[in-house]
């Protein structure tokens, strides 16, 4: 079965599933690096996320390579068989 779109082109289902995977994929990974840009409250690399659309190539690159967030997570460190976090921070009460 073929679907027609408009100008009676045939698209095949299985071209129209990958289509629409890409597109599922890209949102994500848009929607990811657009929450971490704000959570790093990165006003230009959130304008730039928002703005190009890469199929998810710089999201993913900010995500994994240029975000603060991921390199600055605590590590944890174990001992006696037991995880501790290292506070990185203070609240005041």
Wanted: hydrophobic share 40%; aromatic share 10%.
């Amino acid at each position: 079965m073929h679907d027609t779109h408009g100008r009676g082109k045939e698209v095949s289902r299985g071209k129209s599933a990958a289509f629409g995977a890409l597109v599922a994929m890209s949102l994500a990974w848009k929607a990811a690096s657009l929450w971490r840009a704000a959570k790093d409250d990165s006003k230009p690399w959130f304008a730039t996320l928002f703005v190009v659309n890469s199929a998810g190539i710089l999201d993913a690159l900010y995500l994994f390579k240029i975000s603060p967030g991921r390199r600055n997570r605590a590590k944890p460190e174990i001992i006696d068989g037991r995880e501790y976090v290292q506070q990185t921070h203070t609240e005041e009460t």
